[in-house]
């Protein structure tokens, strides 16, 4: 027995001269090295570059991935598996397969305890910021975690994460966890977000999503964490909206999220590059958001537009209601003028929210125009605010809108029933029918009486520009029209006369059947008229009873089939070029002049019959014009003849005519036609 303790005694002594001397410290350097490397798992390399152990002390310096040196001395005692350490991490970064940190780490710190019981704490740098933190490891439970982080750099925190730079920034972190037990967790942490700068580039790149230009980003938040939960509360905000969070709880076991929210953008307007579409006033919603793997859901509720507006989402379905929304607060959201007040229902359904299919329907209640808007904005006067109804439904299938309207007021009903609108290209093609039972309704617009009814068919495009055509025949002939760039351009093809004038409430001067082309710029309200009158006769008026009583021809007789009527239109201005032509008579406005604003007319006509002249002016309100006659060398011959064969000589004497000579009296007489 004696000599086998001997043995051992001796084994054992050459064992610890072995081990504890410096050639026997650089045999264990390659053990410990996998020995380490086997505990980190991370596949990371280790190099034990000084070792150095005994029975109460060791010291230990490695290189982890040839890039970090961890240096560790201290007091340690083998036998009872205590240690007394001071450590020391320094790096300008480190890499293996899931991590490129490229930022500069120096922390210092102690170990304090046993295998089983340690108490572990430092200082020092990293994250470009100052990092303090403490914890216990006791039966391989950690607890007491205490971490303190001010200003630390957002950009190098994102890659130790392995994200790409979204943004740039301080944050303070500050976590207390008390108890990290499988079963036991508690914990609070906070973080406190500085002045933060997005990288639009890198959202778009990396994401997809559109961002404004220098989008910067503050935070609040307070976070408790429990056995398998972390709760936030608290505040976001950035120079394009505000976004408050509570009770928001993240299930560590279910991987779930959700939230109550409640988001504030204060100006519309800063969403632009968002909306593609300048949008004013502010817009809040608030409601709540689930989120559990690839499972999204979101619903929330505004009252911003007067009513309420909610809608929920769920990644690939949305529905939308819209409830008593204020057609004058959607209309300045949309930045548009209030052209109308009263109230908006609508109901959006997106089945498919990939293949953007779904239906949607609209209806307005208790709407009107306002004139005054209308009036200074668009230059329409339609003399008083005008109630009207709007109806409109759709179905959405394959970037394709398939939409119905009905549009109905008391001047006009609108109906559409094939509208389709190509949501990709924003192509838009519709036909159309347009009643107006009453064009009276349109007297401040047009700014002179109208009469009777029009009905029109057409069709709507819109391809980067608007186009309207239409057609007519409910004045008797057809009439065609194109409004494109605000330029109106149409063709009048074989239109009674008398049913223009009477729509227009102009008297009735002749019969006849118009051919002709009018053009007419919205904009500038100035156009033209080119058109012939087939078939024309004058209808009695102050002018064909004048003529007949002096001439003794009756003007409503004669067929005059070369006839023309041109006018240039000006505003309220309307010049005017009338030419009438039979076998024996020509009548003509050479010069005419239309003021609608006083609706009168100032013209001057010439009359020709037989090659007998008749010349005057036409002048006055344009319903009841006073006609003259001013210039005419047939009345002249005609009252010369009279004086001759009816005055006698002794009357001419006493006249003091009796020697002039009857070119002279023509002359004389002349003047009176002046």
Do not use: C
């Not at 991935?65 to 790096?91: C, H, I, P, Q, R």
């Not at 929210?261 to 800063?270: C, T």
């Not at 819109?462 to 149409?490: C, P, Q």
Request: charged share 25%; proline share 2%; glycine share 6%.
């Amino acid at each position: 027995m004696k000599k086998i303790l001997l043995i051992l005694l001796i084994l054992l002594t050459s064992i610890f001269f072995l081990i504890f001397n410096d050639k026997g410290n650089e045999y264990l350097k390659p053990y410990v090295a996998t020995y380490l490397e086997k505990k980190l798992d991370n596949n990371m390399s280790v190099e034990v570059k000084h070792l150095k152990v005994d029975l109460s002390y060791v010291e230990l310096t490695a290189v982890l991935n040839k890039l970090t040196e961890v240096e560790a001395k201290g007091d340690f005692s083998l036998l009872a598996k205590t240690f007394d350490m001071d450590y020391k991490v320094t790096s300008d970064g480190f890499k293996n397969e899931q991590i490129s940190f490229d930022n500069k780490i120096a922390i210092n710190g102690t170990v304090v305890g046993n295998l089983k019981d340690m108490k572990i704490q430092g200082e020092g740098e990293t994250l470009k910021s100052h990092i303090d933190y403490a914890l216990n490891i006791k039966n391989d439970s950690i607890n007491n975690i205490k971490v303190k982080i001010n200003k630390a750099d957002i950009a190098s925190l994102l890659q130790l994460a392995s994200q790409p730079a979204y943004a740039k920034g301080k944050v303070d972190i500050d976590i207390n966890i008390p108890t990290f037990e499988e079963e036991n967790t508690k914990g609070d942490a906070k973080i406190v977000l500085h002045k933060t700068t997005l990288d639009e580039k890198v959202f778009k790149e990396v994401l997809q999503i559109d961002l404004a230009p220098k989008t910067i980003l503050t935070a609040d938040l307070n976070s408790k964490v429990t056995e398998d939960t972390f709760e936030l509360n608290g505040n976001i905000k950035s120079n394009l909206a505000w976004l408050k969070l509570s009770k928001t709880i993240y299930n560590t076991k279910t991987k779930k999220l959700s939230t109550d929210y409640r988001l504030l953008v204060p100006e519309l307007s800063k969403l632009m590059f968002l909306t593609k579409q300048k949008l004013m006033g502010q817009l809040q919603v608030n409601g709540i958001a689930n989120l559990k793997k690839d499972h999204i859901y979101v619903e929330g509720k505004s009252r911003d537009l007067g009513g309420e507006t909610s809608f929920d989402y769920n990644g690939k379905k949305l529905n939308a209601n819209l409830d008593k929304i204020d057609i004058a607060k959607l209309l300045y959201m949309i930045n548009q003028r209030p052209y109308a007040t009263g109230t908006l229902l609508a109901n959006v359904k997106i089945d498919d929210f990939k293949k953007l299919r779904g239906t949607y329907d609209l209806q307005t209640k208790e709407a009107k125009t306002i004139n005054s808007t209308l009036k200074s904005e668009l230059d329409l006067d339609f003399q008083k605010d005008t109630p009207f109804s709007l109806e409109s439904k759709g179905d959405i299938a394959s970037n394709f809108a398939n939409i119905e309207h009905k549009l109905y007021s008391e001047i006009f009903q609108y109906r559409s029933s094939d509208m389709i609108y190509n949501l990709s290209t924003k192509k838009l093609t519709s036909t159309y029918i347009l009643d107006i039972p009453k064009l009276s309704k349109l007297n401040g617009l047009a700014g002179k009486p109208l009469n009777g009814e029009v009905k029109i068919n057409g069709e709507i495009n819109y391809d980067k520009t608007l186009e309207v055509i239409g057609s007519s025949k409910s004045l008797g002939g057809n009439i065609n029209f194109k409004l494109a760039e605000k330029i109106l351009s149409s063709k009048i093809d074989n239109v009674p006369v008398e049913r223009l004038m009477k729509v227009l409430s102009y008297p009735l001067v002749f019969k006849a059947t118009l051919v002709g082309d009018f053009y007419y710029d919205v904009g500038s309200r100035q156009g033209s008229l080119t058109s012939t009158l087939n078939k024309a006769q004058l209808l009695e008026n102050q002018l064909t009873v004048l003529v007949k009583q002096i001439r003794g021809i009756d003007l409503t007789k004669e067929r005059y089939n070369e006839t023309h009527f041109n006018a240039t239109l000006n505003k309220n201005l309307i010049d005017i070029d009338f030419q009438a032509k039979s076998k024996k008579t020509l009548f003509a406005i050479p010069s005419g002049h239309i003021n609608k604003s006083n609706n009168s007319i100032d013209a001057n006509y010439k009359i020709d019959i037989e090659n007998k002249d008749i010349g005057g002016k036409i002048k006055g309100n344009i319903s009841k014009p006073k006609v003259t006659i001013e210039s005419s060398n047939y009345l002249k011959e005609k009252v010369v003849d009279v004086i001759k064969n009816n005055i006698s000589e002794d009357t001419l004497k006493q006249l003091g005519l009796d020697k002039i000579e009857p070119k002279a009296i023509k002359n004389l007489l002349g003047d009176l036609f002046k």
